[in-house]
């Protein structure tokens, strides 16, 4: 699930207009008319509350060594 209040088409229509999910934080932070007063504070409130996690999640990790695994320990 996304932002509530945006759905797939909205939120699909705001990072063609802006490229990033960052960028959308970003003009939404700095109240961009492009996006309205309602889409505007939800989008803060998501990013406040979910957005930071969820990209904690889903970033992967290139600073960590690997080491090979030669046998499945289950």
Known sequence: KGCPGIGKKGAEDLIKEFETLEAVFIA???EDERIK????????EFRDSTADVTRQLVTLRTDLKVTAV????F
């Open 28 to 30: 939404a932070a700095a």
């Open 37 to 44: 007063e309602k889409k505007r504070v939800a989008l803060i």
């Open 70 to 73: 030669t046998k499945v320990p």
